[in-house]
Each structure stands twice: as C-alpha cells, then as structure tokens.
C-alpha cells in the first residue's frame, strides 16, 4: 500500500462527504429552472443540515433503541460504499474489502434499516413507506445486478475500480451491451433514489410518498444524517455509473499526483451534466402510480438481460 | 471487440437496436405506434443493408435495400396507417398476458432463440454470422406479438415484423437471398397488406369488431348469434354506426 492510494481514498471519501449535499443542491436548482421557478440556493442542503444538527432531537415513546441507531447505520452503510466506488482514481486500498456485489449488499443493508425503522414507531405512514420501499428494491436489485453483471464479463473481474480500469484504458469501441445496461441503469438510478417516475422527493405529505414517508418520525440529528445519506447515496450512484459507463479521465496509474488532479474538474464536470440530465429527465416525465413501479422496474431489468444477452452472443 | 471495424460494430449496433424495438413492439399497445416502430424496424434493416453492401461490396444488396426502403420504411406503413383511419382501430384490446409477463415470456424466446441460432452461425462463414440468432429472436418475438394479441391490425404488424426478421436472418446467414426471391417475397407481402386490408372490412362487416376470436367459431348459427351480441355492446363509436347503416342500404 503506497502512500498516494491512501491519499487518493481519503480524498475520494472526503469528496463524497462534502459534494454529495452539493449535487442533491444543484439538481433540485437545475429542476427549479426547468420548471421556470426561482431555484433555492445550491448551498440550501448544506443549510438545512447544519440546522438540523442544532436542534434538539424528539423521538417517539414507542421507539426502540433500533430507530436511535438506524440513521447512523445508514450513514455509515453510504460512507463505506463511498469508499468502495472509484470515483477519481482505481487505486482504492479499501476496494479489496468489497466487490460490485458486495456493494449491492452494502446498499441493501442500508435499505432494510431504513425500513425497519420507518416501521418500528407504528406511525402508518412509515410502515406504508416501508412496504413500498421494499417493493420497489426487490425489484431494483436485480436489475443492479445484472447491470454490474454485463460490465463485469466485460472486464471479466467483478471488483469495480478494476472494472473502470479496465474500461477507462480499453480502446474506444461501440458496445450495444453497455448502451442497454446504462438504460438499465438509469432507469434503476430513479427508482432507487426517489426520483420522480417512481418517488417525488419534492413532497413531504402526499398519499405517493415513499422515501418521505420513512422519514416522517426522524427529527434533528438524526434526519439530518438520513437526509446526509440519502445525498450520499444518489451520488454514490452517479459515481457507479460513471466508473461503468463512463470511466474516461479516472486515476488509473499506479502513483500520479496528475492525473489525480486532473481527474478532479473531470469529475465535477461529470456530475454537472448529470445532474442537469436527471432534473431534466424529472421534469420531462410525469410521476407513475404506484402499482406501475413493477413494470418500469421490469423494463430496467429487461433492458440490462438484453445487454447481457446481447453481449454472449455479439461480443459486442 | 477491439478487433472489429468499425462497420461490423455499426452492425452489431443495428442488430441489438432491432432486438430492442422487438421488444418495443411486444410491450406496445397502442396500434399507430406499432406502425410506427415497424416503420423504424424497416429503415434500421434498411441501414444494416447499406452497411453490410457497403462492407461486401455485393451489387444486389444496395437493390434489395432500395427495395426495403420503398416497400417497408413507406409504402407498407402508410398503408396501415390508411387502413388505421378508415377502420377507426386505435387500441389493441386487453392483452392475453399483462406487459411484464410478456417481457419475461419474450426474454426466454430471446436465450432459446440464440441457442437454436448457436449451430447455424458455427457453419455460416459471413462476417455477420453472430447476428442470426438475433434474427432468429426477431422473427420468434414477432410471433410472440402475434400470439398475444386480439387484434387483426396488431397481428399483421407482427406478420411483418417477422418477414423483417427473416430478411434479416438471409441477410446476416448468407448476404442476402438471391434478387428474384427477394422480389418474390417483397410483392407478396405487399399483396398481402392489400389483400389483408379488404379482409379486414369484410371481418368487420361480419362481426362489427376486429377482434379475431370470433373467427374461432365459424358457423352459420354461432356467427349469427356472434352479431346479436356484439352488434350491441361494442366499444364502437359515432362513426362506424354511421359505417354500419352504408352497407344495410346497399342490400336494399
């Protein structure tokens, strides 16, 4: 273990940490100005968890001591998948710990708690909350899987910064497969995070509700970490899709302070264009009933099967 | 991969994009947009034809892509789009099987089709030879669409589908059928489309819908009967009760 990989994964984890509230900022802006309203500041995220932090924290009669240690287990399931996604560089000390689905694993972990403790105050809003949420990541999982399935017989490893590696160095070829996996991808990217065909993260008391609804008991530190982790997580998953899909410009070498660096305004600039894309795809697409989750969740697994199948038989 | 030109990539890329809209057509329940992705299936053989004529340098493939590009990308969707008008047909009627399950059913036909395709492209000596059992999914898929749906127009699209399909499969097997089959074939789909469309009318002037299961019972009594109970509670409109009265006058 070489100096400058520790450097690289303490900068990778303390990038996550810091710009995750900044993405979730700027596509809520991007969105504001799609939708033609005054957009919040980018910093507004940033804002509303230091105040959060500040307040006393209330916590219901009935909890048990699950529903105190929940946000920080979730936090914490972000913040180690964080560690594992290369983002910046491959060289990632902490990526021998976790493969691709291991990571799938890290993520599900964070999910059951979540849900486990939106039930445990017996509010009926979070138990709903909780149903659907499972709904939709049993359904999800297996089209994750079978996206990081078609890049990992691409690269023929299912560790993830080799997979990047090994995609980043390769040279520029048409890969249909991949094109329907990023589909996949995406489709999965909204439905994980609470985006709008599955989930409006705009409403805080509607009937449609699903990542809200879990929240609805969390007050002070501890919403501020679960709102902290859900930011985490959908840029966690902007950086899966980027070391899947888009590796260009990521860290490769074995200790290079410049391309390092380099990779730093790559990243940003990554992130912005897809953050734009996201707000835009919100705007564009109204939101689905509930009982429509399974077929869009279907065609993200249809999609990334397809890739696979056409991957073993095009090679391609 | 890295290996391929770039043109057998392009290929490929056609190939698995045809795959795509298979199952595009499979999950699509509106007609016009049935039609319409028929349309893009012609005009993406039409592209995967000028690349691999392009690639081979064979004469008749640029023929036989003029010809795909008549019949398939305009003629033959116009005339549905005709027939969709005249007939007032915008919606296929509940499907047989719920849109997931049919994606499910349609990614089994996908893994049996290639293997059964696994054997032909070990003989076959194209560049192309990989995209038969692509081919070979096309056609199984546009069945699976055929079998799925009530509809008559429904059915002559997945009819299509799978002569597009078959192309297809000449295509990539062989560089194509010779140029006298080729006609062959591309006449006797565009009679078929025509001779279909008058059918079409005399179906519906029989059993006021264009739902095929009546055809199941084809007797005098039952089909009297399929009339009295039909004529009544169909989900017709304004326009084919006006339709409706034009042939009573011709009998009188």
């Known amino acids: 273990m070489k100096p400058m990989d520790l450097v690289t994964q303490a900068l990778e984890l303390i990038a996550a940490l810091a710009a995750a509230p900044l993405f979730l900022g700027w596509v809520n802006q991007c969105r504001a100005w799609l939708q033609n309203r005054r957009a919040p500041s980018i910093l507004l995220p940033y804002r509303s968890i230091r105040k959060l932090f500040y307040k006393d924290a209330v916590i219901a009669e009935s909890a048990s001591p699950l529903f105190r240690s929940a946000p920080y287990i979730v936090f914490g399931a972000m913040v180690v998948a964080a560690g594992i996604i290369p983002s910046m560089g491959t060289q990632l000390p902490f990526t021998i710990a976790a493969d691709a689905i291991a990571l799938v694993g890290l993520l599900a972990t964070a999910r059951v708690f979540q849900s486990l403790a939106a039930m445990d105050i017996g509010t009926a809003f979070g138990t709903l909350g909780a149903r659907r949420e499972m709904m939709v990541g049993f359904l999800a999982e297996p089209a994750l899987l079978m996206v990081i399935f078609v890049a990992s017989i691409i690269s023929a490893t299912t560790a993830l910064p080799a997979i990047a590696e090994n995609l980043a160095t390769q040279k520029l070829a048409l890969y249909p497969s991949l094109a329907f996996t990023a589909v996949a991808f995406v489709l999965v990217l909204l439905a994980e995070n609470a985006r709008i065909p599955i989930d409006n993260p705009a409403t805080h008391l509607e009937l449609t509700m699903i990542h809200e609804a879990m929240l609805l008991e969390y007050s002070a530190r501890h919403l501020a970490l679960m709102e902290w982790a859900a930011a985490l997580k959908l840029f966690n998953y902007a950086c899966i899709g980027f070391a899947l899909f888009v590796p260009w410009g990521i860290s490769t070498g074995a200790d290079s302070p410049i391309t390092l660096l380099t990779s730093i305004p790559l990243l940003t600039a990554k992130l912005a264009i897809t953050g734009a894309t996201l707000a835009f795809i919100e705007t564009m697409s109204a939101k689905l009933r509930v009982f429509r989750a399974p077929e869009f969740l279907a065609s993200a697994f249809l999609f990334a099967v397809l890739g696979l199948l056409v991957h073993l038989l095009l090679g391609a | ?252």
């Open chain 2, 1 to 252: 991969m890295t290996g391929t030109p770039f043109d057998l990539q392009l290929l490929n890329l056609c190939a698995a994009l045809l795959l795509l809209l298979s199952f595009a057509m499979l999950a699509q329940r509106r007609i016009v947009t049935l039609v319409n992705l028929l349309a893009v299936q012609g005009g993406l053989l039409l592209v995967a034809t000028l690349l691999l004529a392009w690639r081979t340098g064979e004469r008749h493939l640029y023929l036989s892509a003029a010809l795909t590009l008549a019949l398939k990308v305009v003629l033959l969707p116009r005339i549905l789009h005709r027939l969709i008008r005249r007939l007032q047909v915008y919606w296929d009627t509940e499907p047989l099987l719920n849109i997931s399950g049919t994606m499910l059913v349609g990614l089994v036909v996908v893994v049996f089709a290639f293997g059964l395709a696994q054997p032909i492209s070990a003989l076959a000596s194209t560049a192309t030879r990989n995209a038969i059992g692509i081919a070979v999914a096309v056609i199984l898929l546009s069945f699976v669409t055929m079998i799925t749906r009530r509809k008559a127009m429904s059915q002559v699209v997945g009819f299509l589908s799978m002569e597009n399909g078959l192309f297809f499969g000449a295509m990539s097997a062989t560089y194509g059928m010779p140029m006298i089959v080729e006609f062959g074939v591309a006449l006797d789909v565009l009679v078929a489309v025509l001779v279909l469309g008058i059918f079409f009318f005399q179906i519906r002037e029989q059993f006021d819908s264009l739902d095929l299961h009546h055809l199941e019972s084809l007797n005098e009594y039952q089909s009297s009967v399929a009339i009295a109970s039909h004529g009544t509670a169909r989900e017709g409109s304004p326009r084919i009760d006006g339709e409706q009265a034009a042939p009573a006058q011709k009998e009188t």
